[in-house]
């Protein structure tokens, strides 16, 4: 199973709304997970189960999608959200990756 | 808390070996499997192996199946990647990461909740 994220790159303002998509080659249901990392360090997970928010991840973040589309949305992006985001399917193995999205400043 | 850290990374030369080791500590560890994944220089995440909680299963991709191999040691609660035949596309820092699992309406939804630092492997004559 390939993932493909859309955009790769992405300029965006504090406040704005952001949505990262992520496709996969086949149906993978719920079974995806979505990754924060930032410049020197681990990932940290953000979503599971597609919609499910991790312990301590701020609301602004969601997640939605099942089957092969899925969307990663940060609703009034914060200073702190300027990272690397990655999708993930569990569904199978190899578990593979997105090839990330780049969310920076504008 | 839930911590992992990572050591054994270092310099080798290609057609070299390298063992990484991951020590656990705050949960228990032989209740979960470990991934190892990794990534290269300003290059995205790739998933590396995979051991279940009692080692009984593993899985490995195919960049590296037959010359890594994944193991641990629940007494010691360490995971390991014995690193064989290294080449310079093996050059990456790499994470060990326990999975998490949820249970809704019947089905589990795994997760990678616990990472790493990560330690870096270098392939270089």
């Known amino acids: 199973i390939q993932l493909t994220q859309s955009p790769s790159f992405l300029s965006a303002s504090v406040g704005d709304r952001v949505t990262i998509t992520c496709r996969a080659s086949?149906?993978?249901?719920?079974?995806l997970a979505w990754y924060q990392q930032k410049p020197g360090n681990a990932p940290k997970l953000l979503i599971y189960?597609?919609?499910t928010l991790q312990s301590g991840v701020p609301s602004r973040f969601s997640g939605s999608g099942s089957g092969t589309e899925f969307t990663l949305t940060i609703t009034s992006l914060q200073p702190e959200d300027f990272a690397t985001y990655y999708c993930?399917?569990?569904?199978?193995?190899?578990?593979?990756f997105g090839q990330g999205t780049k969310v920076e400043i504008k | 808390q839930e911590q992992l850290v990572e050591s054994g990374g270092g310099v080798v030369q290609p057609g070299g070996s390298l063992r990484l080791s991951c020590a656990a500590s705050?949960?228990?560890?032989?209740?979960?499997?470990i991934h190892w994944v990794r990534q290269a220089p300003g290059k995205g995440l790739e998933w590396v192996a995979f051991?279940?909680?009692?080692?009984?299963?593993?899985h490995y991709a195919d960049s590296v199946k037959g010359r890594f191999t994944i193991s641990r040691d629940n007494s010691k609660n360490r995971l390991y990647l014995q690193m064989n035949s290294l080449r310079a596309e093996d050059t990456a820092v790499y994470y060990c990461?326990?999975?998490?699992?949820?249970?809704?309406?019947?089905?589990?939804?795994?997760?990678?909740?616990?990472w790493g630092k990560g330690t870096t492997v270098t392939v270089s004559s």
């Open positions: 990461a326990k999975e998490g699992v949820a249970v809704k309406l019947n089905y589990y939804y795994y997760y990678m909740d616990v």
């Open positions: 705050g949960f228990t560890f032989s209740n979960y499997g």
């Open positions: 051991i279940r909680y009692d080692g009984s299963n593993k």
């Open positions: 086949q149906g993978i249901t719920s079974y």
């Open positions: 189960g597609a919609s």
């Open positions: 993930q399917q569990l569904d199978s193995y190899p578990r593979a």
